[in-house]
């Protein structure tokens, strides 16, 4: 995939300028928290069904709807992938606007989906806390 980026970058230079790729950058970052804010909300269920992997395997199976465009998935499964489960969110994105120059609306979307999941997650996290249970006792 990088190998993609970097020929595209080769071939497409007019395209570039210093707000897209500053753009790109810091949505590449929003994506990588994304990305950790929606693993641990799949790891976070470990506190309730006591395995040591959480749900881990259904995590990556999601993963794979991150390594596809946003932009093929239609309709309720578009919704879904971009806000519910937001894996489309973490490299279609950043990739648009690198591409297609700055949206205030995508920058906005991203930025609010990673804040609400974020918060989400730290939620989760305090009730599974609250729910531990120590394995030596």
């Not at 994304?34 to 799949?42: A, E, K, Q, R, S």
């Not at 069904?49 to 199976?61: A, D, H, K, N």
Request: glycine residues 6%; contains cysteine; charged residues 10%.
């Amino acid at each position: 995939e990088s190998a993609v980026l970097c020929c595209a970058i080769v071939v497409l230079p007019e395209l570039l300028c210093a707000v897209n790729i500053a753009l790109f950058m810091a949505l590449l970052v929003c994506g990588c928290i994304l990305y950790w804010t929606i693993y641990m909300c799949f790891m976070i269920p470990v506190f309730w069904i006591q395995s040591e992997t959480g749900l881990r395997q259904l995590f990556y199976g999601f993963v794979k709807f991150a390594e596809r465009p946003d932009a093929i998935f239609r309709g309720w499964l578009h919704r879904t992938l971009t806000t519910v489960l937001p894996f489309a969110l973490i490299a279609s994105y950043p990739a648009r606007i690198l591409f297609d120059g700055p949206s205030l609306a995508s920058v906005a979307h991203v930025v609010g989906v990673l804040a609400a999941f974020f918060a989400l997650m730290l939620w989760f996290w305090r009730c599974g806390l609250r729910a531990y249970s120590s394995a030596s006792s």
